[in-house]
């Protein structure tokens, strides 16, 4: 594979602080997420992972009551200046949820293609490549070659998270967000999707949420650990988990609490 | 069996008897209005019955040739009129409409809901047919619009709702706009519903007399001009059954049956066209 365009991308929290009405679900994170990385976001149920990464994509903002203080900076840009577009901000940012959400009315190559017409009509054979390429980064390629124009529904669930992440990562973004991508799959979905993290952070930053320490060490490079709001700690993922700093990070990875 | 055991048995017995009781009921109105219809409407339609216009009073022969076209350039109007504006209403009460505009709107289609016919019929001639100095088949079609449109408004609501927000977010992580968002993803994904639901109120108006006695007022000649008074199946039959002629209520009994076809194969339509989406609401 190419090596990436982004390589001096930069992706930093600054304060970050995020808002459910009066309740600080992110308490004064300040992160950065080296480009060409994986980095991991663990922590127990509640304490704001997944908040977290939709502030990095201005999602966050779009549920009723939200709100978020403090900086994230793309590129020394802050995300959340008056002049950025959350909407052409998000066209740089893909983001897998937690269960596949592949357009039912669509044919998984209109699923693939989706993110490609919303900068304009482009021709035809500008959006095949484009789509057959990324079907082949979400390492899905062989199995739906030969039946693009059939419902994506028809998909098993596996098969239908990786036509996700074919569709973000279609559009070509500089970063690739995963909500704890696996949590709908079975273990061979899951080792999939884990073995596509390796391959993708050559093209991508990609951050990824997960509930599950295992898979955190086995994928990525950095891992954070969140309690209540906080960043607890953060490191290499190797360091973090074999020679963790603070208290309460051992205590989670031991499994003595979360 | 114990005397507990017996008791509940029988219980169930009779609570399943009555319910089907109640479900034959149901369905036994629908069955002795099409027997009635067809045992004394079907001998009366013949190819003269769909080709023809009335005749002069007292004498036979002759159809209802302007009573059908007349409908079905009166309802096709209306739902030209009432099926844009009924959906967008819908599309915004279910997307943009969490807010005090939204709760008004909602309120007041509720309200129009159960607004009578007949009031309905008076509105479009106080604000049409008096200013204008003539009933219409426009004037006509208009009241069946907004009898439609809150009907369709809501149907419409019900089925944007049901689309599920997961699939907004994942278009709005893509970069889609709100308005691509409700446009490309949620309305294309609860279109079976929505067709469905406009299918529905056209079906509703089709068969409605109130609306139009002021309006279209009914017209014994054929004719499509829309300025002009024009002829409705359900005004045919209100004139022909309510008339002193033998041969006028044949014609009603005949004119009622192709109505009721009509809107049968409406529903019918509605039905299939939710059978055929493979991914869709509904």
Known sequence: MAASANARLRLETVKLTALFGQHRAVRDVSLLFPANTVTAIIGPSGCGKSTMLRCLNRMHELTPGASVDGQVLLDDVNIYARDVNPVELRRRIGMVFQRPTPFPTMSIYENVAAGLKVNGRKPRPEVDDAVSQALQQAALWDEVKDRLHTSALDLSGGQQQRLCIARAVAPAPEILLLDEPTASLDPAGTQRIEELCHALKRLYTIVIVTHNMQQAARVSDYTAFMYLGSLIEVGKTNELFTKPKVEQTEAYITGRFG | ?282
């Open chain 2, 1 to 282: 069996m114990t005397g507990q055991s017996l008791r509940r048995h029988i219980m169930s017995r009779a609570m399943t008897a009555l319910v089907v009781l109640f479900s034959f009921l149901a369905v036994l109105a629908l069955i002795l209005i099409l027997g009635n219809l067809i045992i004394k409407g079907a001998s009366s339609i013949d190819w003269a019955f769909f080709t023809r216009s009335p005749v002069a009073a007292g004498q036979t022969g002759g159809g209802v040739a302007n009573a059908i076209v007349g409908s079905v350039l009166i309802v096709s109007l209306a739902a030209l009129i009432g099926v844009p504006i009924g959906v967008g209403a819908g599309m915004y009460l279910a997307e943009y409409g969490s807010g005090r505009l939204g709760f008004l709107v909602r309120f007041i289609a509720d309200v129009l809901n159960g607004t009578p016919s007949i009031v309905i019929g008076i509105v479009g001639w106080t604000f049409i047919v008096k200013p204008t100095g003539r009933f219409s088949a426009l004037a006509g079609s208009v009241a069946l619009a907004m009898l439609m449109i809150p009907m369709i408004a809501r149907t419409t609501e019900e089925m944007v709702r049901l689309v599920p927000n997961s699939l907004r977010e994942a278009a709005l992580a893509l970069g889609y706009a709100r308005w691509r968002t409700s446009l490309k993803i949620v309305a294309r994904t609860a279109l079976g519903g929505i067709v469905t639901g406009c299918l529905v109120g056209i079906a509703r108006i089709a068969g409605e007399t109130a609306p139009l006695l002021f309006t279209a007022l009914g017209n014994l000649n054929f004719t499509t001009n829309l300025s002009q008074p024009m002829q409705t199946l359900s005004l045919q039959i209100y004139v022909y059954a309510t008339g002193p002629y033998d041969e006028w209520h044949r014609l009603a009994w005949a004119s009622a049956l192709v109505l009721m076809g009509l809107v049968l194969i409406i529903s019918l339509v509605a039905r299939w066209v939710t059978r055929q989406r493979y991914g869709s609401v509904r």
